[in-house]
């Protein structure tokens, strides 16, 4: 029981306390907005909202659509411009956003 | 606190549309100035970015349309698929961060003097300037174009208004575009 219960903790521990936003973090993740809406939360059925969205899914995405693994329209060419840290900055300020 | 700078407020604190009228004499609250040209994709976000991030400074738009065509998503026009109202937007959503857009047209920029003028005077002094123009069509620098001229659209814009023309120009701007549509995904669409 006890067991569960810090587990259940540590779970829920990210939600709980966000790490801090970094200038940076925040300044990558809004080279996003024009198209994924402000802060990842999309107003149109036509592209992805970000927000919310688990860290290592949008860094393996990211990634994908980086080595041309994904097919894209445009996030091709867009992921080549970040490099692996930078998609794990903007991966990590996302997934921590509310939808 | 510099003359001209209230002259210009006057006419963007009052969310007045245009600049006539603009010199009526105001008081106001000095606060740092961000003045950003062109409320396409790239102004209108980074004026509501500042703007969000900070409700202490003051954000300036200055855009000489009175709404926004996105060009994403318009070959849906051409498809018959979306209208030209579905793709047209208005600046109120920025108005309500607060960022004064101002309808008008930049027409030079005194760097040293940190302040950008417009017609019949006016002026708007800012802090920091964000410069997001945007492109421009310069047919010219097309081999051919002119003597082609009576068969093709002139403008992206025609394009999406409509096909009232029989020949469709493509100028293929080269490989490693990072937005739609594509060159080739218009011609595509409008040949279609």
């Not at chain 2, 106001?28 to 004026?47: L, N």
């Not at chain 2, 855009?63 to 208005?90: H, K, Q, W, Y």
């Not at chain 2, 959503?93 to 047209?105: A, F, I, M, Q, W």
């Not at chain 2, 310069?138 to 003597?147: D, F, K, R, T």
């Amino acid at each position: 029981m006890n067991k569960l219960l810090i587990a259940a903790a540590l779970a829920a521990a990210p939600l709980a306390a966000p790490a801090q936003d970094t200038p940076a973090a925040r300044s990558l993740a809004a080279t996003c907005a024009a198209c994924h809406g402000t802060d990842g939360r999309s107003v149109t059925n036509d592209v992805a909202g970000l927000a919310g969205l688990p860290r290592e899914h949008i860094v393996s995405q990211m990634r994908a659509f980086r080595d041309g693994t994904r097919p894209a329209t445009v996030m091709h060419q867009i992921a080549k411009g970040y490099s692996d840290q930078q998609i794990e900055l903007m991966a990590d300020y996302f997934s921590r956003r509310p939808r | 606190m510099r003359r001209r700078d209230f002259l210009k407020l006057a006419g963007a604190a009052a969310s007045a549309t245009t600049f006539a009228g603009c010199a009526t004499p105001g008081s106001f609250k000095a606060r740092p100035r961000v003045v950003v040209i062109g409320a396409g994709f790239g102004g209108a976000t980074a004026a509501k970015y500042v703007a969000m991030w900070d409700p202490g400074i003051h954000v300036v738009l200055v855009e000489r349309g009175s709404e926004f065509v996105s060009c994403p998503i318009s070959n849906l026009v051409l498809g018959g698929n979306r209208t030209m109202a579905d793709i047209t937007r208005g600046y109120d959503g920025l108005r309500k961060y607060g960022v004064d857009v101002l309808n008008g047209e930049a027409l030079a920029i005194d760097a040293e003097k940190k302040l950008v003028r417009f017609g019949r005077g006016s002026e708007l002094v800012y802090d920091r300037l964000v410069l997001s123009p945007g492109v421009d069509f310069l047919p010219a620098e097309i081999e051919g174009y002119e003597a082609a001229q009576e068969r093709v659209d002139e403008t992206l814009a025609a394009r999406v208004l409509g096909l009232h023309r029989n020949t469709l120009l493509v100028k293929l701007l080269g490989w490693g575009i990072r937005r739609p549509p594509g060159e080739d995904e218009r011609a595509g669409v409008a040949s279609g």
